[in-house]
């Protein structure tokens, strides 16, 4: 074999060989690991071999102080492998550059995943709980004698629905000071939940989740106080329509939902007794939406759209998709997590016929990952067939999602079903009731900025805060200007800085001299 020159190797390449350099007394079975895999890098064919003989050596030298003089070999041998790993990467990369650079950088990466990696099993998914799930559903299913067709069907599971404290105790395992606190509760508080959902709250946890989500606490009228009035009246410019902006409306069809989330926003608004609007009612706001053509985006939403009867939902999607300047819609709904039942292929039908006509988005509500069951996620996958994009907005709640394995695993489950994590809400300062659930601004700040770099950037989701309209709370990367003009930037995931030149202005600004318009006119 040729001796290869050391003009051969790049500067990362002979920086990697120089720290492998050195000496050492190896055991027999040190030396006959490294020799093996020495044989193996000169003979394999690819880069793998090459790889493994190197970070075998670079494992050698960290571990033990063994430099590669202390398996006999030389320097010019290591430069001779290293060349050919050189020659067979696509993209050029040297052995030191992969071995002597990228390991290193990607094992501080890795460091700081360790904690949620070690942390998530303890923040179990709907797929992780399913069995138990399956054995709460069997026991509320004989407590409500209901039949397989009424568990499988929407209809059966409104018709079952759980509303009152003396059932819910004999569906859920409660202690007594527990019912006795809910029974003064829904006194006050309206509480739905649907067999199904009843069936994803765990038996013996303190404060499950999906149980804190689902049923009234004692809190909720001890801090009744002063009701702010609702946004709504600010920005109802038509009935059944919100309008925070110029271009998107809400509009408000329903009062109903499948279940009532202690932590709602129109807690005053769905409180009530149900309420099935007219179609007059439908046709003023469609009127309105009409006559403006400044407004795109259509947000059906209420209560839950998807609580809308085929009939009315498609004739309402009909009708929107009829309007010219209407160029999409969104659709809000909670059901496919806690009713996936309602999704049904007459439902998927509809979805699909108004998407063919403009985008559809169906906007819903996760905020645990326990939520997300093999049945909800097949109704998701289901969804997403037929729509241009699943959009969830969590609310960040005390207990349930405030911390950053729980909202990582939430972010990351979603992703997984089918569903792109785009808000988290700041629980709301408006109604009085939660306050007892509401997460401090900063604290939501430190969980959401901790993905970056860590997760799929489009399974990282905007925080906000709503206030007349969505305030991002975000805090800014940009730390201010470096000496030579460039900004100083914050990376999120280490919060190391990095200068980042910027676009110059004056040539920015000057139009007359850019790309073609600098020969304009020349050979007239
Ligand atoms: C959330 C919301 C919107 C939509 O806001 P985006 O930032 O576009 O998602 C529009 N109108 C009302 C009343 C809303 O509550
Ligand atoms: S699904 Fe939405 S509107 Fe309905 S109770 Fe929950 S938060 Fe309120």
């Known amino acids: 074999m040729i001796q290869a020159k050391e003009t051969a190797v790049d500067a990362l390449t002979k920086d990697f060989l120089d720290k492998l350099a050195g000496g050492g007394a190896p055991s027999t079975e040190q030396r006959e690991t490294v020799m093996r895999l020495y044989a193996l890098a000169r003979e394999a064919a690819g880069t793998a071999a090459i790889v493994a003989f190197f970070a075998a050596l670079r494992e050698m030298k960290r571990a033990s102080g063994l430099g590669y003089e202390a398996f006999g070999l030389t320097r010019e041998a290591l430069v001779d492998i290293a060349r050919l790993h050189a020659e067979r990467d696509e993209h050029g990369v040297s052995v030191g550059g992969r ?22 099993e303890a923040v179990p998914d709907g797929e992780a709980l399913w069995e138990s799930m399956q054995q709460n559903a069997a026991r509320i299913r ?164 998807f609580m809308l009867p085929n009939e009315t939902l498609g004739w309402l999607l009909e009708q929107l998709d009829n309007i010219p300047h209407v160029q999409m819609k969104r659709l809000g709904t909670r059901v496919p997590v806690t009713t996936p039942q309602r999704v049904d292929d007459a439902l998927l039908g509809i979805l699909a016929a108004s ?60 992703h997984a079903s089918y569903i792109r994590p785009y808000y988290v809400f700041n629980c709301s300062y408006r109604n009085p009731q939660y306050t007892h659930m509401r997460v401090p601004v900063e604290k939501g700040r430190d969980i959401i900025e901790s993905m970056y770099g860590n997760i799929s950037g489009d399974a990282i989701p905007r925080y906000i805060a709503a206030a007349g309209g969505k305030i991002p709370l975000h805090r800014s990367n940009v730390m201010g200007r470096a000496e030579d003009g460039g900004l100083r930037l914050r990376k999120p995931w280490n919060g190391e800085e990095t200068v980042y030149p910027d676009a110059d202005t004056d040539l920015y600004a000057d139009d007359d001299h850019f790309a073609f318009a600098r020969t304009e006119g020349e050979d007239t």
């Open 355 to 414: 998407n063919d006509k403009s985008p559809v988005r169906v906007v819903t509500q996760v905020n645990t990952a326990q939520e997300l069951t093999p049945v909800s996620r097949a109704a998701f996958k289901a969804i997403s067939g037929q729509v241009s994009a699943i959009l969830n907005q969590a609310v960040l709640l005390r207990g349930i999602n405030d911390s950053r394995p729980k909202m990582w695993k939430l972010c990351e489950t979603l």
């Open 142 to 305: 004989s407590v409500l004698g209901m039949s397989d067709d009424d568990w499988n069907s929407f209809s059966g599971q409104l018709r079952h629905a759980i509303n009152d404290v003396e059932t819910l105790a004999k569906c859920v395992e409660l202690p007594q000071a527990t019912i006795r606190e809910v029974t003064r509760v829904t006194e006050k508080y309206r509480m739905r939940l649907t067999p199904y959902y009843a069936s994803l709250i765990m038996p013996g946890v303190v404060n499950d989740p999906v149980l804190l989500q689902a049923v009234p606490t004692a809190e909720m009228v001890d801090n009744m106080g002063v009701e702010l009035p609702p946004v709504a009246s600010d920005h109802s410019p038509a009935r059944l329509i919100d309008q925070f902006y110029p271009r998107v409306v809400a509009v408000k069809v329903t009062n109903m939902c499948a279940m009532y989330c202690t932590h709602c926003l129109r807690i005053a608004h769905i409180g009530k007794a149900d309420r099935v609007f007219p179609r007059e009612a439908y046709t003023e706001a469609l009127n309105y939406i009409r006559s403006n053509p400044r407004i795109r985006d259509v947000l059906i939403t209420g209560g839950d759209a």
């Open 99 to 120: 071995v002597g650079r990228a390991y290193d950088v990607l094992e501080a990466a890795n460091d700081r995943v360790e904690t949620y990696l070690a942390q998530q």
